[in-house]
């Protein structure tokens, strides 16, 4: 229940400063969770970041005090935030389907957007499966960009997509690739801990390194532009992302939601601050896009 108290408590924080200059870092300070972490939670528990809330309640009660009252326009634009008459116009025919003016004289319908309240349901009749696995310390190779924070369950993004599209179009992966035995060619897309202050998060697609690797120079790789990503001993939740191939990865962001919304709360665990990753296998099981492997620690 922690995440879901913590958001919600997020929530509150947000509602009782609307009207000041606030993120969700500033959310995220208040409840003591990482400003990446928090994004993280409150997208995939809510299905919007949380700074789409903030817009989306400023405008609703922008919207409601054009049609109630007489204030300028321009008054109410600085009120939610809007430095110009222009921008706020924008935002709000974006958000409403009419413009300010428009809504005033016209007495348009406007779009309500109210508070958001978290609760856990339980549905029953449905399986998750999942395992727990304690990994050593692990290494990888992989090529490695940095994204902002704000693209995480953004559905209208597709950095790392193209990220992917960009390794395999320049022939990225395939020298870390061919360090790997045949039929062990597995794919790891890793994405790096916790941040804290940082505006951006590091996103790698690389493969696993052992005893099975072949040897290679790691200071010709790096200087090549390769990174050297190491991982501590951790505890993983896993879970079975289940599609096909070729999709756009959708089932990730569904199984993000199921670990927030479901195996979280009822589990025992929390979320802990390492790296996590997607394996995408040479050899892979039928239906199953990739391994989600989450890291976790007992409650």
């Given at each position: 229940?922690?995440?879901?108290?913590?958001?919600?408590?997020?929530?509150?924080?947000?509602?009782?400063?609307?009207?000041?200059?606030?993120?969700?870092?500033?959310?995220?300070?208040?409840?003591?969770?990482?400003?990446?972490?928090?994004?993280?939670?409150?997208?995939?528990?809510?299905?919007?970041?949380?700074?789409?809330?903030?817009?989306?309640?400023?405008?609703?009660?922008?919207?409601?005090?054009?049609?109630?009252?007489?204030?300028?326009?321009?008054?109410?634009?600085?009120?939610?935030?809007?430095?110009?008459?222009?921008?706020?116009?924008?935002?709000?025919?974006?958000?409403?389907?009419?413009?300010?003016?428009?809504?005033?004289?016209?007495?348009?319908?406007?779009?309500?957007?109210?508070?958001?309240?978290?609760?856990?349901?339980?549905?029953?009749?449905?399986?998750?499966?999942?395992?727990?696995?304690?990994?050593?310390?692990?290494?990888?190779?992989?090529?490695?960009?940095?994204?902002?924070n704000d693209i995480i369950n953004d559905d209208d993004?597709?950095?790392?997509?193209?990220?992917?599209?960009?390794?395999?179009?320049?022939?990225?992966?395939?020298?870390?690739?061919?360090?790997?035995?045949?039929?062990?060619?597995?794919?790891?897309?890793?994405?790096?801990?916790?941040?804290?202050?940082?505006?951006?998060?590091?996103?790698?697609?690389?493969?696993?390194?052992?005893?099975?690797?072949?040897?290679?120079?790691?200071?010709?790789?790096?200087?090549?532009?390769?990174?050297?990503?190491?991982?501590?001993?951790?505890?993983?939740?896993?879970?079975?992302?289940?599609?096909?191939?070729?999709?756009?990865?959708?089932?990730?962001?569904?199984?993000?939601?199921?670990?927030?919304?479901?195996?979280?709360?009822?589990?025992?665990?929390?979320?802990?601050?390492?790296?996590?990753?997607?394996?995408?296998?040479?050899?892979?099981?039928?239906?199953?896009?990739?391994?989600?492997?989450?890291?976790?620690?007992?409650?």
């Amino acid at each position: 229940m922690k995440w879901i108290a913590a958001i919600q408590q997020a929530v509150s924080y947000i509602e009782e400063h609307l009207l000041e200059e606030i993120n969700y870092e500033d959310a995220a300070r208040q409840v003591h969770i990482s400003s990446y972490e928090f994004h993280r939670a409150f997208s995939f528990l809510t299905g919007m970041t949380a700074n789409a809330y903030i817009r989306s309640r400023r405008l609703s009660l922008a919207g409601r005090e054009i049609v109630e009252t007489d204030s300028r326009i321009t008054d109410i634009a600085l009120k939610y935030g809007y430095d110009t008459p222009e921008s706020f116009t924008k935002a709000f025919t974006r958000f409403h389907g009419v413009a300010p003016r428009s809504a005033r004289e016209e007495s348009a319908k406007l779009v309500l957007f109210n508070p958001i309240a978290i609760k856990l349901t339980v549905e029953g009749g449905k399986s998750m499966d999942y395992r727990i696995v304690q990994t050593k310390e692990q290494s990888f190779i992989a090529v490695v960009r940095s994204f902002s924070n704000d693209i995480i369950n953004d559905d209208d993004n597709h950095d790392i997509s193209d990220f992917w599209g960009e390794c395999q179009e320049k022939n990225l992966i395939g020298p870390i690739y061919s360090f790997r035995p045949e039929g062990k060619r597995d794919l790891y897309g890793l994405c790096s801990p916790t941040k804290e202050g940082e505006q951006t998060f590091d996103y790698g697609i690389g493969v696993l390194l052992d005893e099975e690797t072949a040897h290679f120079d790691a200071e010709e790789m790096k200087k090549a532009g390769y990174t050297i990503w190491n991982v501590k001993p951790c505890t993983y939740v896993v879970f079975e992302c289940i599609g096909c191939i070729g999709e756009d990865g959708d089932c990730i962001s569904e199984t993000w939601s199921k670990f927030y919304k479901e195996f979280l709360p009822q589990m025992g665990y929390e979320a802990e601050s390492e790296t996590d990753y997607e394996i995408y296998f040479e050899k892979g099981k039928p239906g199953v896009f990739c391994e989600l492997w989450i890291p976790v620690r007992k409650a």
